[in-house]
């Protein structure tokens, strides 16, 4: 594919000059992209009304619907990112590590960027944004390859973006945009290793299977969410209804959503018709197993594949257990190694719940909406990582950079 190779030939020459940009260059960069954002919001939000009508005519689900749909106050959080982007301590250059061997050699370890990083994505314009931002600041040239659905809409975002970055006198190809749709251009994209440094996928699981499974190019899985809430004999009721209302309805179609539920058999009676209250006023489908069903009989009967789906949906999963280890047994098994949540009053319970789990967040008394790179603290995301090899949970800056070695010597040679 010409293009491709043309747009990684610009991405890798483009590199060299972003990793030698100042802080202050970067930070002016940033801030530029935010105020033009949110100036040429109109632009952004007809775009993004093209991207919707297509959506809705092709019948696209409400829970991707919402990823697609921008607003005058997405636009605005998505610059307020570049700008808390902007505000964090810049960490290329930082020393990881410094010391000095018995024969004087000074050997120092310092943080430096990936080089070109490529992002594959689906319906989720701010994405555009975020990874623009996270990457700029860490001195890495960006590629990205988003989804048809997406596609005016990441078009429009791109643009923007160029534009102010080329009127602080920064190359715009620092971020650049796959706009043709076809998947054999996907693919191909996914073998440009001469090119790209490392690739991160964002989308569901068949994307990231497919990217994992076609790569040359490094790849960094960011993982769907089928995101557990337990609540445990000794929790507080009417938290855990907060919680579990917040996680599931809060946004129906974002990966940190809770998509399962696990009920101490003791509390059944007492918890799952408040439960079931609280969610009548989203109309959220029930599909348990026969201990909630013996609470609530209009309850649809739960299957295997409901237990490990992520629906992205006004549905929930719902399984009765009689014991923590029961509990974390069943999670262990079918989560995507996301985020679980334990409800309980118990510490002892607690700990071994947070302990004992396998997923890259897991939460005591809280809502597993908190899994973002935003709600963290990093400013802005370009994911949330399932995996265990180099980065783990919401992707900030430190997680797009890699390390090299500085060794400084006064005339040694080896023996």
Not at 2 to 21: P, T, W
Not at 146 to 166: F, M, P, Q, T, W
Not at 374 to 384: C, L, P, S
């Amino acid at each position: 594919m010409a293009d491709l190779q043309e747009m990684g030939q610009k991405a890798a020459a483009v590199k060299f000059v972003l990793q030698k940009m100042n802080t202050e260059d970067k930070n002016r960069g940033l801030l530029a992209a935010a105020e033009r954002l949110v100036e040429r919001a109109e632009v952004i939000l007809s775009a993004n009304e093209e991207d919707m009508k297509a959506a809705r005519n092709h019948g696209m689900n409400q829970g991707l619907q919402d990823r697609l749909k921008l607003t005058a106050d997405r636009i605005g959080d998505m610059a307020e990112g570049l700008r808390q982007i902007a505000a964090l301590p810049d960490c290329i250059g930082e020393v990881m590590e410094q010391f000095v061997r018995p024969n004087g050699l000074e050997i120092s370890k310092i943080r430096v960027p990936m080089g070109v990083i490529g992002i594959i994505y689906e319906a989720r314009p701010n994405v555009t944004a975020d990874a623009f931002g996270l990457c700029f600041k860490t001195g890495n040239a960006v590629i990205l390859k988003g989804g048809s659905d997406a596609l005016e809409s990441n078009k429009a975002i791109v643009n923007v973006i160029r534009e102010a970055l080329e009127e602080c006198g920064i190359p715009g190809d620092v971020l650049q945009l796959i706009a043709d749709t076809d998947r054999k251009v996907t693919i191909e994209f996914m073998k440009c290793k001469e090119y790209v440094d490392l690739l991160i996928p964002r989308g569901s699981g068949g994307l990231i299977r497919s990217v994992v499974e076609n790569s040359t190019i490094p790849v960094i899985e960011t993982g769907t969410g089928n995101c557990h809430v337990y609540v445990d004999k000794d929790a507080d009721l009417d938290m855990a209804a907060q919680i579990i209302y917040n996680a599931k309805i809060q946004r129906i179609g974002v990966c940190n959503a809770c998509e399962s539920l696990v009920i101490h058999r003791e509390i059944r009676e007492a918890f799952l018709p408040m439960l079931k209250r609280a969610l009548d006023s989203h109309q959220v489908e029930l599909r348990g197993d026969e201990g909630v069903r013996e609470i609530l009989p209009n309850c649809i009967p739960a299957t295997e594949e409901d237990y490990g789906r992520e629906y992205l949906d006004y549905i929930l999963s719902l399984k009765t257990v009689d014991t923590v280890e029961e509990a974390i047994a069943h999670i262990n098994r079918y989560n995507t190694k996301h985020s679980e949540c334990i409800v309980t009053e118990n510490q002892e319970t607690a700990e071994q719940f947070l302990n004992e789990v396998d997923a890259a967040c897991v939460y005591w008394n809280a809502s597993t909406r908190f899994t973002d790179g935003f709600e963290f603290g990093f400013g802005a995301e370009i994911g949330i990582s399932t995996q265990k090899l180099h980065a783990r949970g919401p992707m900030g800056l430190k997680e797009l950079t890699s390390y090299k070695y500085m060794i400084r010597g006064k005339g040694q040679v080896r023996a």
